[in-house]
């Protein structure tokens, strides 16, 4: 079948040709509907079966065919736990970590998952979690999620990292990107919470004991959180790198525990991990000194979505420890790149491609 269209009255320009396919493909594609907009154009068209339905054969302007769908490509981190608020308190975990770009790892050491075909005119909205919030003498706050969401697309969630337990007190049990270390009891053992498959792993549990005086660490994207009640040095689980922005950084680090007297120190996994409190100077990075005789923890460092730092005293506010900021991260071929953004994500480019990275909500029209 062969159909001709003229446009003798040279209006085209102000009534564009739209042509309704009725469920049969144009150029291997069924949306969106093609339309010729170029006064004067002349369009010929053939239908060559199912698989490529409709084919121009003349068109005259190539520039005016259906615009065609393209891969988008995303990295999308929510928000880290915060470190619990007392005594030798767990890590925050590290907020979930998917990741679709080339075949790098995702959270929990999965597979790459696979990127987005997309039609132009769809609104991805992009929506970057917070990190969690810490309190005195209680659990760390949950981090926020984040995701993508478009027509047409399964909406990509990443779960906030889970919250350290406090003083005597297991991490509270929940669906988290990666899981809270537990908090340190002299006369009983308690556990940190899980982490999601496809997306982090496990905070660390602890060891009841007077002279292990430490919580346990969070978890990060790539490992478990170290397990507390112990004299020896530990550490948040380990984040993992994506060079999805054009070079490779590491990001979802889980938190270090808080730890006091022979409890050993503990710092936050690499990735933006924030390192636990301590009563000594000498195990600290410079941290502060909060006047009774401690040091305070570090807070998970924001769109990375690193997990805070746990307590080590019986004081803390709520600027330290807390859970760093997610981050959502896209990619499409520079070719297709629309320019149509809201929330101001940073825009670069790498070889061929566009990126834009999403440290707040906002939003992308492809």
């Known amino acids: 079948d062969v159909i001709e269209f003229v446009d003798f009255a040279r209006t085209f320009n102000a009534n564009a040709l739209t042509l309704d396919q009725n469920g049969n493909k144009f ?6 509907k093609p339309i010729y907009n170029t006064r004067g154009q002349s369009i010929r068209i053939v239908y060559s079966g199912s698989t490529q339905g409709w084919i121009p054969t003349s068109d005259d302007d190539v520039t005016e065919e259906t615009p065609q769908a393209y891969s988008l490509q995303y990295l999308v981190i929510a928000g880290g736990g915060a470190g619990g608020g007392g005594h030798r308190s767990g890590g925050g975990g590290a907020g979930g970590y998917r990741n679709s770009y080339a075949s790098e790892t995702s959270g929990r050491n999965s ?9 132009p005119g769809v609104v991805v909205t992009v929506t970057v979690g ?24 399964t909406t990509i969630t990443s779960n906030g990292g889970g919250g350290g ?17 537990a908090g340190q009891d002299s006369s009983a053992n308690h556990t940190g919470s899980d982490g999601t498959s496809g997306q982090g792993f496990d905070g660390g549990d602890t060891v009841g004991g007077g002279g292990q005086q430490q919580g346990g660490a969070g978890g990060g994207a790539s490992a478990n959180g170290a397990g507390g009640g112990t004299t020896s040095p530990t550490t948040g689980g380990a984040g993992l790198s994506s060079s999805i922005t ?53 807070s998970g460092t924001d769109n990375t ?3 805070g730092g746990g307590t080590a005293g019986s004081n803390n506010t709520t600027t330290y420890g807390r859970g760093g900021s997610g981050v959502v991260i896209l990619r499409v071929p520079t070719s297709d790149y629309s320019g149509t953004t809201t929330g101001s994500p940073t825009v670069t480019t790498s070889g061929s491609d566009t990126i834009m990275v999403f440290n707040s909500s906002g939003s992308y029209t492809t």
């Not at 597979?111 to 039609?119: F, G, K, L, R, Y």
């Not at 919030?133 to 993508?148: E, P």
């Not at 337990?165 to 270390?181: I, L, N, R, V």
């Not at 590491?250 to 690499?270: C, I, L, T």
């Open 165 to 181: 337990g406090e003083y005597q007190a297991d991490a509270d049990a929940g669906t988290y990107g990666s899981g809270g270390g």
């Open 111 to 119: 597979s790459t998952e696979t990127p987005w075909t997309i039609d």
């Open 27 to 32: 150029q291997g594609n069924t949306s969106p």
């Open 130 to 153: 917070a990190g969690g919030a810490v309190s005195n003498q209680a659990n760390g706050g949950t981090g926020g999620t984040s995701s993508i969401s478009a027509s047409g697309q």
């Open 305 to 307: 979505g690193g997990g």
């Open 246 to 298: 054009g070079s490779a950084v590491v990001r979802a680090g889980g938190g270090g525990a808080g730890a006091y007297s022979s409890g050993g120190k503990s710092n936050g996994g690499s990735g933006g991990g924030g390192n636990g409190g301590s009563n000594n100077s000498a195990d600290t990075s410079g941290q502060i000194d909060d006047s009774g005789g401690y040091y305070y923890p570090t």
